[in-house]
């Protein structure tokens, strides 16, 4: 029995499903390798029902690919040319999130915005995904709070798909190397929102989103 033995009260398929992420996030499970349902019960000390629920969620976000034939394995690591399609999508809608949330914020919304900027900048970067796991949940609600903020639920859901993607951009880290100059982009998104600027707001995702690929294929 390794670590991630299961004993906590809560949702048992939660905690199977976060179990399972870790060792995604940190090669205990290599990209590619098959996912055998038994294995990881026995791995985690919980039956099988739970580790199919969980597998099941991990294939919605990607980080698991499942075949009539194979079964369940590990995503392969994500490609230069695929870092440049997730990011290119994201250029589709993010800006345009920036820009309607913008256009409709007040300044308890703005408020919330420098808030989820703080916790960010506070949040631990590493070493290893449980070290930083908390600093990507922080960046990511910034982008869900900004989804939030165009009241549009469709919109919503649309950025909650991107989510195990975009995770995948720090599959196989030892921590997070580039917070500062994320905290800094978010920061130049918020202050289009004290603004009022919409505009400046959707170029500031824009410019934020690029560099995010620059850094990512380095």
């Given amino acids: 029995m390794d670590d991630w033995s299961v004993t906590t ?16 996030m940190n090669r205990g499970l290599e990209p590619g390798s098959a996912l055998r349902t038994q294995t ?7 039956s099988a029902t739970p580790v199919r629920e969980a597998l099941a969620r991990l294939e919605g976000s990607g980080l698991v690919v499942r075949s009539a034939r194979r079964g369940y394995r590990a995503a392969p690591l994500l490609s230069s040319e695929e870092l440049g399609q997730l990011v290119d999508v994201r250029l589709l809608v993010e800006p345009g999130n920036a820009e309607r949330a913008c256009a409709r914020t007040d300044d308890a919304f ?3 915005l420098w808030a989820a900027v703080e916790e960010q900048r506070e949040a631990p970067t590493g070493p290893g995904y449980s070290g930083f796991k908390h600093y990507l949940e ?9 989804a939030e903020g165009t009241a549009n639920p469709f919109i919503v859901r649309t950025l909650d798909s ?3 993607f975009v995770q995948r951009l720090h599959q196989d880290e030892d921590r997070v190397s580039d917070a500062h100059e994320s905290v800094a982009e978010h920061e130049a998104i918020v202050r289009a929102f004290e603004r009022r600027d919409p505009a400046d ?9 690029e560099r995010v690929l620059e850094r990512a294929v380095g």
């Fill in 162 to 164: 991107f989510r195990g």
């Fill in 9 to 24: 009260p809560r949702g048992l398929t939660d905690t199977v499903h976060d179990a399972i992420l870790e060792l995604l």
């Fill in 138 to 146: 922080a960046d990511w609600s910034f982008h869900e709070l900004l």
């Fill in 201 to 209: 707001a959707a170029a500031a995702m824009r410019v934020h989103l």
């Fill in 110 to 112: 703005v408020a919330r």
């Fill in 40 to 46: 990881l019960a026995d791995r985690l000390g919980v």
